[in-house]
């Protein structure tokens, strides 16, 4: 069993640049020595595409034990998804190359390079359905449930949009009249289109991922604080399902942890009170907890939140005043683990989440936003990261039709 949150040291892949560099320097000397062997041009990609997939598996496996609440493990995630869909266009190549490498050259590698987004988001369709179904219908009963919100009706809207898109691909792929200049522009912008939403669905299915990953992540029975995460209250001054179910979920890693372990842990209530609330979400969880049977001198309180990120820092400040060196857990719902994590490690806290079960309809939407997150907080790098994706194909476009085609 994977043991989370233990090393001290966080992963790297400088190592994926380095056999990059290899990679394209190897290749170059061959195409300068005019080795025309197609054979061992494709045996080189696929090397090197297993290498990549291996090492972002095994940062993405480190990094989870270094930090499960990370950004970098989307992206890790991500990427070993966008580079196993070019590792399978590859592999189709060197299939058909060994059995006739007399029919092919080297512009069949540039040719399936330029087909890898758009083969990909053909195949990947009936995910993205099954996702914008779910992203659409839980936007329904969010704006039911909820009201009407601009969050709620983005989701909705981004849920058609995915499938218009990839509806849109396979009419412009199949159903074209035109000249050839016309035909290689279409191919051009297409194959330069899908190869960004490849990128960006990799990256979502990565946040998925993550965000799964952290909601089932059961710390281990040595925790000295539980921290609980308010959400609202009743008018009444009693928890609302979605509070109680964190609370509930607090105490049952208690209960557990003390059965095993024989060790007692302290429960820190983290909320402020709201201008509409009777109370303090804090003296609020405290009630229930002590109805719950849980000893008073376990329980303490912090009431000046009135975010996630005020809890995290707030908490912490409370047990730095109780015991600077305890480890740490956090309950929230089971959808918001792996950003309330994030905030935790912002916080300077070592700490683990375990989710309460909420309705699915939650689901979609923080998915979203852990990517909009992820997009948003790593801007430089996701910049940086799809300028050089363009790059690369519009320098593959340009040999091949350009260079390889005259």
């Known amino acids: 069993m994977m043991k989370f949150d233990t090393r001290d040291k966080k992963p790297t892949v400088y190592n994926i640049l380095f056999l990059t560099l290899v990679a394209a320097v190897l290749i170059a000397v061959l195409w300068f020595m005019k080795v025309d062997n197609i054979i061992l041009y494709s045996l080189i990609n696929v090397i090197y595409l297993l290498s990549v997939i291996i090492l972002l598996v095994r940062a993405f496996f480190h990094q989870l034990q270094y930090n499960p609440y990370s950004y970098n493990i ?31 050259d080297v512009t069949v590698h540039l040719s399936w390079l330029l087909m890898s987004g758009k083969i990909f988001i053909l195949l990947s369709f009936p995910f993205v359905v099954i996702f914008g179904a779910m992203l659409f219908f839980s936007n329904i009963a969010l704006i039911r449930h909820e009201g009407k919100s601009f969050k709620n009706i983005l989701g909705i809207l981004l849920s058609v949009s995915m499938i218009g898109f990839i509806i ?33 669905e990799s990256m979502l299915i990565g ?17 000295d604080f539980m921290i609980i995460l308010g959400c609202g209250m009743r008018a009444d001054g009693n928890p609302t399902p979605l509070l109680k179910g964190r609370i509930d979920r607090a105490v049952d890693f208690y209960l557990k942890q003390r059965d095993e372990t024989g060790k007692e842990l302290m429960f820190v209530c983290s909320g402020g009170q709201g201008n509409d609330e009777p109370i303090s979400e804090s003296a609020c969880m405290k009630r229930y907890l002590l109805l719950k049977g849980i000893r008073e001198h376990l329980i303490l309180e912090e009431n000046r939140s009135t975010d996630t990120r ?13 015991n600077p060196d305890g480890k740490i857990a956090f309950s929230t719902t089971n959808y918001h683990v792996f950003r309330s994590g994030i905030w935790a490690r912002r916080a300077k806290m070592r700490a683990l989440g375990v989710g309460a079960k909420t309705k699915w309809y939650f689901w979609p939407n923080a998915w979203v936003r852990e990517f909009i997150g992820l997009m948003t ?9 799809l300028g050089g994706m363009i790059l690369f194909y519009i320098i593959v476009v340009l040999l091949y039709y350009f260079v390889f085609a005259v």
């Open 74 to 104: 989307i992206i890790y995630f991500g990427f070993a998804v966008f580079l196993f869909v070019n590792l399978l266009a590859e592999g189709i190549v060197t299939w058909r190359v060994l059995r006739s490498p007399a029919d092919y």
């Open 168 to 200: 849109w691909l396979y009419a412009a792929d199949y159903y074209f009249t035109g000249s050839f200049e016309e035909l290689i522009r279409r191919e051009l912008l297409i194959s330069l289109i899908a190869s960004i939403f490849l990128y960006l």
């Open 207 to 223: 946040a998925i991922a993550a965000s799964l990953i952290a909601a089932f992540i059961e710390p281990p029975h040595d925790r």
């Open 310 to 322: 005020e809890n995290m820092q707030f908490s912490r400040d409370r047990i730095m005043e109780v």
């Open 377 to 385: 907080e790593h801007r430089g790098k996701q910049i940086l990261v």
